[in-house]
């Protein structure tokens, strides 16, 4: 069954660095999504992506954020200078179809802790 | 704006137990509902989904039942296995398909199912 892949699993990264968490989505979608979960709170939209474009982006996806699809495969979220609040699970999903008309599939997540 | 409330977990039940996990939620308009699981290792899955007022999702001998008067989508079964164990997230979408356009996600409450 296809699926949505994330690497890595988990991230430990210093304060300052730049992180790109990566995501393969299921081939024939055409819609992205990044979700993230701070450890006890709730998991909140921080984007979404079609067309090589951001359609949609929460006011949490500032000007440290940034996605990118730089190939036919490959979708990643980039943090430019990481903080310690941004420590937490981030999802990527992918559907065939935007407006929350088709199913969005979800990887498994990416841990990333800043230390 | 958009709110989703669960009940905080771990849920701690014995195998054939019955199962509640309570979900309110505010949202102006008519969103769509849905139950996402997350089972250990994987990402999230879309376990069932509800449109409109008084309809009821199912999958896996689950069930929850879209209640505007309540503004609630309580997830129940009627006897858990082990298997069941997993996080359970309560969402809503202004979006009928479960896609990851505009989510708005609960916490998530943690499963635990007891042989």
């Known amino acids: 069954e296809p699926e949505v892949t994330q690497t890595p699993s988990h991230q430990v990264t210093q304060m300052g660095q730049e992180v790109i968490l990566r995501c393969v989505p299921i081939s024939n979608h055409l819609y992205f999504y990044w979700y993230r979960q701070i450890l006890g709170q709730k998991v909140e939209f921080l984007v979404s992506f079609y067309n090589n474009e951001i359609s949609e982006k929460s006011e949490i996806f500032d000007d440290q954020f940034s996605v990118e699809r730089p190939d036919g495969s490959n979708f990643t979220l980039k943090i430019r200078s990481t903080k310690l609040e941004d420590s937490a699970m981030y999802f990527c999903a992918s559907s065939e179809n935007g407006g929350g008309v088709t199913e969005a599939f979800f990887g498994q997540g990416t841990r990333l802790t800043v230390v | 704006g958009d709110s989703v409330t669960q009940m905080e977990g771990p849920v701690t039940l014995s195998e054939e137990a019955f199962l509640t996990i309570n979900c309110t939620y505010t949202a102006t308009g008519y969103p769509s509902l849905f139950w996402y699981v997350q089972y250990p290792g994987e990402g999230l899955q879309l376990l069932l989904k509800?449109?409109?007022?008084?309809d009821k999702g199912s999958n896996k001998g689950f069930e929850a039942t879209y209640r505007k008067e309540t503004t609630s989508f309580h997830l129940e079964k009627g006897s858990v296995q082990v298997s069941d164990s997993a996080v359970y997230f309560c969402?809503?979408?202004?979006?009928?398909?479960?896609?990851?356009?505009?989510?708005?996600f609960g916490k998530g409450t943690h499963l635990i199912i007891q042989p």
């Open positions: 969402a809503l979408s202004r979006g009928s398909g479960g896609g990851a356009d505009g989510l708005t």
């Open positions: 509800a449109t409109k007022a008084d």
